[in-house]
C-alpha cells in the first residue's frame, strides 16, 4: 500500500502541495483513502460498495481538496494518548 501511494498519489500530489507541508498533508489524504478502500471493499458498506467511482470522487474529492490545498490549522500542543 505505501508503494501505491509513493509512486501513483504523492508524485502526483507533491505538484500541488504548498512547499514544505507534504508531511503534514499526506497523513490525512492517506486516512481518507484507506478508510474508502475499507469501508468500501472490505466492509462493503452501502451505498459506499456499489457507488460508481465518479459518484464517489463526488463524496470525497471535497475533503481530499480540502487537505490538498486549504490552509491547515496548527497543531494542538496537547498530544494524543
Given at each position: 500500500m505505501r508503494e501505491y501511494l509513493q509512486d501513483?498519489?504523492?508524485?502526483?500530489?507533491?505538484?500541488?502541495?504548498?512547499?514544505?507541508?507534504g508531511e503534514q498533508r499526506r497523513p490525512l489524504?492517506?486516512?481518507?483513502?484507506?478508510?474508502?478502500?475499507?469501508?468500501?471493499y472490505l466492509l462493503r458498506l452501502e451505498p459506499l460498495a456499489s457507488a460508481h467511482p465518479e459518484g464517489v470522487a463526488r463524496w470525497i474529492g471535497p475533503t481530499l481538496d480540502r487537505y490538498m490545498r486549504e490552509p491547515l490549522p496548527p497543531p494542538s500542543e496537547q498530544s494524543v494518548r
Open positions: 501513483r498519489v504523492w508524485s502526483l500530489a507533491a505538484q500541488h502541495l504548498p512547499p514544505g507541508e489524504v492517506a486516512s481518507q483513502l484507506v478508510g474508502l478502500a475499507w469501508t468500501g
